[in-house]
């Protein structure tokens, strides 16, 4: 440390700056923690989770084109997440959760990757370095008998909105902003009854000194970039089956915006987002072990081709995604089965959902999912999904549909506490 005071060119010029620098960032935090659990041992209770998920990937284009020299990957990956949620009182409860994170870029803190937290090996055994992936604060006043939160900071997707499926939003991504939730309980999952969401996510904070919007080609100006939901749905049961409907609507302002980064590959330029999304699950049980359930989603971007808008292509923006799967893989030796189709256009959809279909292009695809899961030991699973995508025929476009099916196997050992 006296070498960096005395030579902070060094530190500067260190590799792993920013793993330092969210390290003592959770340095503090953890000690900051502990203090107050010391002098509230009975006021917090704390609350940790965890998993760890160890993966084999093989990824397969079936590319006809003699030019091409390679078509495949395989690859193992690792995902860890661990995180603490004190419960402070009877309307305060908190969470904090590190995550590992994409580091293939030399820039890997400027986030390429905002739809995963999966790690590749293959660093030559260089230390992981792991990111601050939760850290927010829920008030539920008792004046409202606990049925309304707000939430305020970074959590995980699932916890702050209502979401059956990943044909809209990623399952790693944590959301950034506020929300205020009715029918929630303090884990983010959903009571029976009237669920509603209600929520502001900031994207992208622009500054006086960024380049002009493409759009538009004006003069520097504040466009900040954000995403404002609202969703309502009912949960429920009749007779021998438990049901789950709702609706939503996503509205991204200043998307367009020439310097959003989301993944590399990824241009919104002349682009505009105003998705509605139906969706829903009905499930019920076989045997007194054996749950079943169905789930569908519809997403349609209701922006259309404009002046200021002039790269959206009014016939490509539908999605949708059913999927049946039977078990549930609970209980030591249950096991689970699923199966989806998907079907995304272009302009349906953002980069922030699913970023294994079709090997990360994640729209203008179609295809299926397969997959199943067995719970070995207790805390313990293994489980394999198979994906095979192709890109929509589209004769406006170059893509020939015979030159873009991709194949990825992934088998995943999963232990959690």
Known sequence: MKICEKNPEIFMNTPHKPTIYFMR??????????????????????????????RYQSELTDDHN???????????????????????????????QLATDDTSSSQYWA??????????????????????????????????????????GKRAVASTLVVVNDLVWDSDLTFEGAALQYGKDGDGKEKDGLNAVAGYFPLN???????????????????????VVGQVAYKGDSGDFNYHIGAA????????????????????AGKDFNIVELFGKVGGQLTDTLPWQINGQYAFNTATNSPHYSNIDNSKRKSYLGELKIGDAKQVGQWSVNADYVYIERDALTGFTDSDRNRGSQVDLRGVKIGGVFHLV????????????????????????????????????????
């Open 25 to 54: 960032k959770v340095a503090l935090i953890v000690g900051l923690a502990a203090a107050l659990g010391f002098n509230n041992a009975q006021a917090v209770d704390l609350n940790w989770k965890g998993d760890v998920r160890y």
């Open 111 to 152: 986030t390429n990757e905002t739809t995963s937290r999966n790690q590749t090996f293959g660093n030559t055994f260089h230390a992981n370095p792991v990111f601050l992936n939760e850290y927010f604060i829920d008030y539920h006043p008792t004046a409202l008998n606990g049925k309304v939160n707000l939430i305020l």
């Open 66 to 96: 003699p030019a091409t020299t390679e078509n495949s990957r395989d690859r193992h990956r690792g995902r860890l997440r661990l995180g603490v949620y004190p419960w402070i009182n009877e309307e305060l409860s908190s969470g904090v």
């Open 205 to 227: 904070e622009v500054n006086n000194s960024a380049p002009s919007p493409s759009a538009t080609g004006t003069a520097p100006r504040e466009r900040d970039a954000y995403l």
């Open 378 to 417: 207790q805390n313990m699973t293994i489980g394999a999904t198979y994906f095979r995508f192709k890109n929509i025929d589209d004769p406006k476009t170059t893509i020939n549909e015979s030159t873009n099916t991709t194949h990825l196997f992934m088998a995943d050992v999963v232990v959690k506490f």
């Open 249 to 268: 609507y996503y509205d991204y302002v200043h998307f367009d915006y020439n310097g959003m980064v989301l993944k590399g590959t990824n241009s919104y």
